[in-house]
């Protein structure tokens, strides 16, 4: 079974510059998450869709970050403009579904702001 | 709200002693409560979960943790350290009603020495 794939792993960009980061969860699985993962913290829910609809993004910055998923399948996160503090990794996980069942997490995407 | 606090953000252990993580949680209904470990520039992986079923949850690679609702705790455990279990190792809850927002703690560090 093919596990959560994201791209690009690596982004090295300026201050104010645009990025997205784009996440295929497994297939079948209902609901996707987008997480922020601060150096030495754990990481921070940004946005969860079930299929195609927005369950959570009360922790999204709506005013620089934006994520979409498109046919309730794969999803972008876009950072417009970014700024220094944004420097982190993004982890994408996907579900089934139920409140109780596993994360499954990709690889992650670190960026870093200069 | 509900609330994860994982007490250490390092510890460190020698190689065949007993490691314990500690983990206690602020909801006011018992939660599901998850350990997950995250290697080096991958992403976080399951080790275990509680549901509401047994209060003593085995996991992989020889973890358990112990639910116990009167002291809100979910501590991981194994009984010999292997310098392969090297590693940061995360508690997250998910609400059993509600909102199904999952939350992390901040995280441990184990290190294992030989």
């Known amino acids: 079974e093919a596990g959560v794939a994201q791209s690009p792993r690596y982004k090295i960009i300026e201050k104010r510059q645009s990025v997205a980061f784009w996440c295929n969860p497994i297939?079948?699985?209902?609901?996707l998450y987008w997480y922020q993962q601060i150096l030495g913290q754990g990481p921070k829910l940004l946005i969860q869709?079930?299929?195609?609809?927005?369950?959570?993004d009360s922790q999204l910055p709506k005013d620089r970050f934006s994520a979409e998923r498109l046919k309730g399948v794969d999803s972008t996160l876009k950072i417009q403009p970014a700024k220094l503090e944004d420097s982190a990794v993004y982890l994408c996980?996907?579900?089934?579904?139920?409140?109780?069942?596993?994360?499954?997490f990709g690889p992650g995407t670190r960026l870093t702001v200069l | 709200a509900q609330s994860v606090t994982q007490l250490g953000s390092h510890v460190s252990v020698s190689e065949g002693a007993l490691v314990l993580l500690r983990c206690n949680y602020s909801?006011?209904?018992?939660?599901?409560l998850f350990w997950y470990v995250q290697y080096p520039n991958q992403g976080l992986q399951l080790l275990l979960k509680?549901?509401?079923?047994?209060?003593l949850v085995k996991g992989i690679n020889g973890f358990e943790a112990e639910f116990k609702k009167s002291e809100t705790s979910f501590h991981l455990t194994k009984p010999s350290a292997h310098m392969s279990d090297a590693a940061e190792y995360f508690c997250?809850?998910?609400?059993?009603?509600?909102?199904?927002?999952?939350?992390f703690g901040r995280g441990t560090s184990l290190i294992v020495h030989p």
């Open positions: 509680y549901t509401s079923a047994a209060t």
């Open positions: 297939s079948g699985h209902a609901t």
């Open positions: 997250a809850v998910t609400p059993p009603g509600g909102s199904y927002i999952p939350t």
């Open positions: 996980a996907s579900s089934l579904g139920d409140r109780a069942g596993e994360q499954f």
């Open positions: 869709f079930q299929n195609n609809g927005v369950v959570d």
């Open positions: 909801s006011s209904v018992p939660p599901y």
